[in-house]
């Protein structure tokens, strides 16, 4: 298989569909695209029905590109990382990796034009408060796909129109790449510029600057070098693949010994600015609409990371308390983006932390405007039920007492 078959192939996958984000290739399954959060077949000249092991190892390698760290990757630990460009059509970021003897593919398209925080939508918090941050640790945390990477290049693309700052970036790939505008970007890429987030933030250190992006928290030397940049007066964002703040301060407490575990926490307490969590739910009428859970730095916060979390002290419980800071947790985004009618029901239900406040409010909200709920429809239920007459099996007026009809005994 040559390169520009290749192409041709990533390319058909593109056009097939409007809103694609991934493009997965697994031997026997055709050709996948995922569209909206949903896997779509992509049909292709010549067909190709299911992939055989010959043609994703063909395609593997042509995505390997002869590049020796990547070809030793795959084989060592059974996965590797890269980057790859269809010339006037998209990037990639790849993941290849082995399942039962055979290659698997998965690029995820990257979006070459930079976002910015009003295209996304995104609460006024980020521009007031979050994108302004001198020093800290900010946090963007969800699962894979949920658009960590997008919301953390509107905030350096705010930071670039803003600040004369100088701005370095450690990525796994680079996905934006940002132009020079009022900020100095350097923007370094793993495996080709350095070979481990840690050496590369050790390094970071030494450059100068004032805001560092690392591309992902993945262990334990990362997270005790990005909370040493905070502490020495740097602005560092990275990101974590956890669902909530609470199970993000967990999830960076596990990385430590226990014995280590109380320093941390008071490190961690210094430093953390925000935690900005997402979920995407599939919008009403297509497309996905972002959900977020958002927490700030305050004295409650800070004592319950020291302290841990506690009745009266939970994370949930604080960023319900600070709302009208601007604070958020999933349950109120939830019911938010139902009422907007950006969700329906089920999603907002599905999507939330605590399912039973979120019914409750939303029942209320539909009372508010007059519409029916699960708990008037029992009641008008119930109420048809006790209205109508008694009657007895057969269809007959019931007996008074209950009793069986009298029978009449013939002389």
């Given at each position: 298989?040559?390169?520009?078959?290749?192409?041709?192939?990533?390319?058909?996958?593109?056009?097939?569909?409007?809103?694609?984000?991934?493009?997965?290739?697994?031997?026997?399954?055709?050709?996948?695209?995922?569209?909206?959060?949903?896997?779509?077949?992509?049909?292709?000249?010549?067909?190709?029905?299911?992939?055989?092991?010959?043609?994703?190892?063909?395609?593997?390698?042509?995505?390997?590109?002869?590049?020796?760290?990547?070809?030793?990757?795959?084989?060592?630990?059974?996965?590797?990382?890269?980057?790859?460009?269809?010339?006037?059509?998209?990037?990639?970021?790849?993941?290849?990796?082995?399942?039962?003897?055979?290659?698997?593919?998965?690029?995820?398209?990257?979006?070459?034009?930079i976002p910015t925080l009003e295209q996304l939508k995104l609460p006024?918090?980020?521009?007031?408060?979050?994108?302004?941050?001198?020093?800290?640790?900010?946090?963007?945390?969800?699962?894979?796909?949920?658009?960590?990477?997008?919301?953390?290049?509107?905030?350096?693309?705010?930071?670039?129109?803003?600040?004369?700052?100088?701005?370095?970036?450690?990525?796994?790939?680079?996905?934006?790449?940002?132009?020079?505008?009022?900020?100095?970007?350097?923007?370094?890429?793993?495996?080709?510029?350095?070979?481990?987030?840690?050496?590369?933030?050790?390094?970071?250190?030494?450059?100068?600057?004032?805001?560092?992006?690392?591309?992902?928290?993945?262990?334990?030397?990362?997270?005790?070098?990005?909370?040493?940049?905070?502490?020495?007066?740097?602005?560092?964002?990275?990101?974590?693949?956890?669902?909530?703040?609470?199970?993000?301060?967990?999830?960076?407490?596990?990385?430590?010994?226990?014995?280590?575990?109380?320093?941390?926490?008071?490190?961690?307490?210094?430093?953390?600015?925000?935690?900005?969590?997402?979920?995407?739910?599939?919008?009403?009428?297509?497309?996905?609409?972002?959900?977020?859970?958002?927490?700030?730095?305050?004295?409650?916060?800070?004592?319950?990371?020291?302290?841990?979390?506690?009745?009266?002290?939970?994370?949930?419980?604080?960023?319900?308390?600070?709302?009208?800071?601007?604070?958020?947790?999933?349950?109120?985004?939830?019911?938010?983006?139902?009422?907007?009618?950006?969700?329906?029901?089920?999603?907002?239900?599905?999507?939330?932390?605590?399912?039973?406040?979120?019914?409750?409010?939303?029942?209320?909200?539909?009372?508010?405007?007059?519409?029916?709920?699960?708990?008037?429809?029992?009641?008008?239920?119930?109420?048809?039920?006790?209205?109508?007459?008694?009657?007895?099996?057969?269809?007959?007026?019931?007996?008074?007492?209950?009793?069986?009809?009298?029978?009449?005994?013939?002389?």
């Amino acid at each position: 298989m040559r390169a520009n078959e290749l192409n041709y192939i990533l390319k058909t996958m593109l056009d097939s569909q409007e809103d694609v984000s991934d493009l997965i290739m697994t031997v026997g399954k055709p050709l996948q695209v995922e569209s909206s959060g949903e896997l779509v077949k992509v049909g292709i000249e010549p067909d190709i029905e299911r992939l055989t092991p010959f043609q994703s190892e063909m395609i593997t390698l042509n995505l390997v590109g002869g590049m020796r760290r990547l070809t030793e990757d795959l084989l060592r630990s059974g996965s590797c990382d890269s980057s790859y460009f269809v010339p006037g059509s998209a990037r990639f970021r790849v993941n290849l990796f082995s399942q039962r003897g055979n290659f698997s593919c998965v690029l995820r398209k990257l979006t070459t034009e930079i976002p910015t925080l009003e295209q996304l939508k995104l609460p006024p918090i980020f521009a007031d408060k979050i994108a302004k941050e001198k020093t800290g640790l900010v946090l963007v945390t969800g699962s894979t796909g949920s658009g960590k990477s997008t919301t953390l290049a509107a905030l350096l693309n705010y930071i670039n129109e803003t600040k004369s700052v100088h701005v370095v970036t450690l990525e796994d790939p680079v996905e934006f790449v940002h132009p020079q505008k009022k900020a100095t970007f350097n923007q370094r890429e793993m495996g080709t510029d350095f070979d481990a987030f840690s050496s590369g933030l050790r390094a970071a250190l030494r450059q100068a600057p004032k805001v560092i992006l690392v591309g992902e928290m993945r262990d334990r030397i990362t997270v005790e070098l990005g909370l040493s940049a905070a502490e020495t007066g740097h602005l560092v964002m990275s990101t974590l693949h956890t669902i909530d703040a609470g199970q993000t301060i967990n999830r960076i407490l596990g990385m430590f010994d226990t014995d280590e575990q109380e320093q941390v926490r008071l490190r961690l307490a210094d430093t953390l600015r925000w935690i900005v969590c997402q979920r995407l739910a599939p919008r009403v009428g297509g497309g996905r609409k972002a959900l977020l859970e958002i927490m700030g730095a305050s004295l409650r916060t800070k004592d319950s990371i020291v302290q841990g979390e506690a009745e009266g002290r939970s994370f949930y419980e604080i960023i319900e308390a600070s709302a009208m800071l601007g604070w958020c947790h999933f349950d109120m985004a939830c019911v938010e983006a139902y009422k907007e009618g950006a969700i329906t029901e089920e999603n907002a239900a599905l999507f939330c932390t605590k399912k039973g406040v979120v019914s409750r409010l939303i029942d209320r909200l539909k009372t508010e405007r007059g519409e029916a709920t699960e708990a008037t429809d029992e009641l008008k239920l119930r109420e048809d039920t006790s209205s109508k007459p008694a009657s007895s099996s057969n269809g007959g007026p019931k007996p008074v007492g209950g009793g069986s009809p009298m029978k009449l005994k013939l002389k």
